[in-house]
């Protein structure tokens, strides 16, 4: 984060990494930090060029939204994916988020849906994704259609998987869509199970601390009585 | 929350109090309960915190899940409104085009101001950090000393509520018996660093937040702190009974409907309305301070946003606390942009923002831990406190300031971004993603300097000669520098994290080595923005007196933390509250004398 400053360094997409976890985190300083660094990476103000690859809506929801409510996705902006875009796009994110013994497939908790609102927004680092995204996704089926002459989402399991082995090999897409796919899966209650994320519960009286078998195994002893 | 329009304002108040924040709610409150009539300007809108703040949402409730944009640069969920790095309609310019010399200013048009999102960290200056030049040389010393405002950290402790624990440790002031609330218990990542720190001798210790872990004992804190004042302790018994204990979810940066919390709009703000001697008109953008021929201050001259039209209100003092920077610009602007209160020409010299230098760690053994609820206080709950005093007595160290470590564990609400840094899950997908996942989550600890900046003749601000804001007055132009010690001591922190998370067996995520240059944050980013207007002993040298008056107008008194000769690493929020509570005692003296 703030590190920020450090992350600078490491290119965008550490940084972006970094950011995340900043983001998640409390402390009010070193969020702030954080956030401030992806602020600063982004950049301030929407230049114009970017906004206009934006095709529908390009403003973003200002500095004074209603935050006490809750939104649909393509509440704020138009979503944007093609029908095509959107077909793979679930496809896909299924793939990578599947239902298992661990929580529910990425189609139920609406993963498409996250991205498309993220590609779809007005704001650098979102646009910046887009670019990775929205070819990535055309470049997918085209050559899903040169190895199995079908577009990824008519792809049987066997065959959607080799089309993942690949480019798990090193695909940027693929990389991108990816981490964009856990920030959309996890942002979801109904997958915190799965990440071990127990909070955002009103709990009375003293703060209980963590319970004795996390203490037990790291060797920790609470000295906050 | 009340507020009124020009056209109810009356003919003229005791105090106009420019800003709704830290100092200017410590100053409406403090005043008011004490009988004097006063008017607040706001240049944000007003702002109900039960109805606004966004307490359960989660990353699904959010456009983007919550994740930062240029319109909220810390999230959707900050309680920042129309506010951040960029304000539209108020643009701020640098003097320099490299990003070392540059200043981020962060503000918020709100209700509160920055006192809704903030990181509610209340540290006390200690005795030595009032007495900086006699110590090591370096910077200015206050005019008061530890002694002077140690009764007023005590009251603003009381007041607002704040958790902790005495420690006895050097610089690192203790609070009298029974002040602080109890300290919540130490989370996963606060005892790894604590107890593996202990190998570098980096102590660990519960940290001071304004946040109440236990209702607050309003009974006894209210006579307390209004003795022979029985109305003011009716107002402040009920306002503190109406508060509630923190319930262990959401983040402080939100706000707090259930007011836990403080924020100045529900623990300054209400008792002070309460007392019916408190008149607020919002979205007023002020310009200038109204100086008469007799030299003293007038009233406040502002736009009201609401209609483009320039107004004027009337008082017998006038305090500023709009925040340092804004503070420093209206004292330039004013007389016509010849500026007031700059007989030394000190106004808008020696800024100061803290050291920030940050490192995130992942530790192997902090993998797969079983579920557990680690949300805690909305905040942090333990740090360091600077421990190496009797080293840089002895010279070992390259740099003259200390700095404290706030801890922060990650086991925290996913919003938006991947929970784990994706390259941590690079190439999986399907069951073995969702296995890695769940491995390393909560397994990073996040570890940041906060650190003293020595004031620079390099880090100023002035009016800018040509651009101007939306209603036409100059904005801030700011100059920035860092110097070695600054520097060095950002060395120092990466160095130390990086040893901290081998000590616990897991790796810093960056090198500790890179360029400090590099590794500190930009000038602003801590959002410690300080000094402009110093306090001193001497009318030549300095813009205040002790305080908070300005030499050349007494009835002006600067009551955010322009006046701070020095920023140590206690975060100033609570300084400046104790400062502000100070000078409203002083003026209440001097009201009742008849001098006001």
New interface residues.
């Given amino acids: ?10 290119g965008k ?2 940084f ?18 954080w ?2 660094a ?3 990476a ?5 230049p114009a060029a970017l906004a206009q690859t934006t095709k529908p809506g390009s403003t ?12 649909e996705r393509g ?2 902006w138009p979503l944007t994916f093609t029908k095509v875009e959107k077909t793979a796009a679930l496809a896909l994110a299924d ?4 239902k ?1 013994d ?2 529910p497939a990425a189609s139920e ?1 609406r993963v498409a849906d ?1 991205i498309d ?2 590609v779809s ?1 007005p ?4 646009q910046g994704d887009r670019k990775a995204i929205i070819p990535g996704l055309k470049v997918l089926d085209e050559d899903c259609r040169k190895r199995f002459q079908k577009n990824f989402v008519e792809l049987n399991e066997p065959q959607k998987k080799a089309a ?1 082995d690949e480019m ?3 695909n940027h897409f693929f ?1 991108v869509f ?2 964009l796919a ?3 899966y ?4 109904r997958c ?13 009286g ?6 004795k ?3 037990d ?8 009585l | 929350m009340p507020t009124i329009s020009i056209s109810k304002a009356q003919s003229e108040y005791d105090v106009i109090i420019v800003g709704s924040g830290a100092g200017g709610g410590q100053m409406a409150y403090t005043l008011t309960l004490a009988g004097i009539k006063c008017l607040m300007l706001e240049a944000g809108r007003s702002y109900d915190v039960a109805k606004e703040t966004p307490m359960f949402q989660t990353g699904k409730d959010a456009p983007l899940g919550g994740s930062s944009t240029p319109d909220k640069n810390f999230g959707f969920f900050d309680a920042t409104i129309d506010g951040g790095w960029q304000v539209p309609d108020e643009p701020y310019t640098q003097a320099s085009d490299k990003a070392e010399e540059q200043f981020k200013w962060w503000r918020a048009r709100m209700m509160g101001g920055r006192t809704n999102h903030w990181g509610r960290i209340s540290l006390r200056n200690g005795p030595y950090d009032f007495k900086p030049y006699s110590r090591d040389g370096l910077g200015f010393d206050w005019p008061i000393s530890y002694d002077d405002l140690e009764p007023y950290y005590t009251k603003v402790e009381k007041l607002i509520g704040v958790y902790g624990s005495n420690e006895g440790m050097e610089n690192t002031p203790d609070s009298p018996a029974g002040v602080l609330q109890p300290p919540p218990k130490g989370r996963v990542g606060d005892l790894m660093i604590q107890k593996h720190g202990k190998k570098l001798g980096v102590p660990v210790i519960p940290i001071h937040r304004a946040v109440l872990t236990q209702p607050q004992d309003g009974k006894k804190l209210a006579p307390e702190l209004h003795p022979d004042n029985p109305e003011a302790q009716k107002i402040v018994e009920e306002s503190m009974s109406s508060r509630a204990a923190c319930f262990w979810a959401t983040d402080c940066g939100r706000g707090c409907s259930i007011r836990a919390n403080y924020q100045s709009t529900t623990v300054h703000l209400p008792p002070a309305l309460a007392t019916g001697n408190l008149d607020i008109i919002p979205n007023a953008h002020v310009r200038e301070v109204i100086v008469g021929k007799d030299g003293k201050a007038k009233g406040v001259l502002f736009i009201d946003k609401t209609t483009g039209k320039e107004e004027r209100v009337k008082g017998k003092a006038v305090v500023l606390a709009a925040s340092s920077g804004e503070t420093v610009r209206i004292l330039l602007n004013s007389a016509s942009g010849d500026s007031i209160a700059n007989s030394s020409g000190l106004v808008g010299k020696y800024i100061m923002d803290t050291v920030g230098s940050d490192m995130l760690g992942q530790i192997p053994a902090m993998e797969n831990l079983p579920a557990h609820n680690d949300d805690g206080a909305g905040g942090c709950h333990f740090y360091s406190p600077w421990w190496l005093y009797k080293e840089q007595k002895a010279g070992k160290l390259d740099f003259a300031r200390g700095y404290h470590i706030e801890i922060s564990g990650t086991r925290s609400m996913p919003k938006g971004n991947s929970p784990v840094p994706s390259h941590f899950f690079k190439g999986l997908y399907g069951t073995k993603l969702k296995e890695a996942a769940r491995r390393y989550y909560g397994s990073f600890v996040h570890l940041a300097c906060r650190g003293e900046m020595i004031p620079n003749e390099g880090s100023f601000a002035e009016l800018d000669s040509e651009v101007k804001d939306k209603w036409g007055i100059p904005v801030m132009k700011w100059h920035w520098k860092w110097s070695d010690h600054e520097l060095n001591m950002s060395a120092h922190a990466q160095k130390t994290f990086a040893g901290i998370f081998e000590a616990a067996g897991g790796k810093g995520l960056y090198d500790p080595k890179r360029d400090p240059r590099k590794a500190i944050l930009r000038g602003g980013e801590v959002i410690h923005e300080v000094g402009g207007a110093l306090m001193g002993a001497d009318a030549k040298k300095s813009v205040c007196n002790e305080w908070n008056q300005t030499w050349d107008i007494k009835n002006l008194l600067l009551c955010d933390a322009s006046p701070f000769a020095s920023n140590s690493d206690k975060n100033p929020t609570e300084t400046i509250m104790a400062l502000a509570w100070r000078a409203a005692d002083r003026l209440i003296e001097e009201s009742r004398k008849g001098n006001l």
């Avoid at chain 1, 982004?42 to 929407?46: F, P, Q, R, S, V």
């Avoid at chain 1, 704001?123 to 979102?126: F, I, M, V």
């Avoid at chain 1, 915190?192 to 009375?204: D, E, R």
């Avoid at chain 1, 195994?217 to 906050?224: A, I, K, P, Y």
């Fill in positions: 984060m703030p590190l920020i400053g450090s992350s600078k360094n490491h997409e550490t972006n990494m970094n950011a995340q976890d900043q983001e998640n985190r409390l402390p009010r300083r070193r969020v702030l930090q956030f401030a992806v602020a600063a982004e950049g301030i103000a929407l973003g929801y200002g500095q004074d939204p209603v935050m006490a409510k809750s939104y509440e704020v793939m990578i988020f599947p298992d661990m929580g908790v996250f609102e993220w927004a704001y650098p680092r979102q993942c798990a090999k090193g990389h990816t981490a856990a920030g959309a996890y942002s979801d209650p915190w199970k799965a990440l071990g994320y127990a909070g955002n519960i009103p709990v009375g003293a703060f209980p601390g963590p319970p078998e996390v203490l195994q790291l060797g920790l002893v609470q000295t906050v």
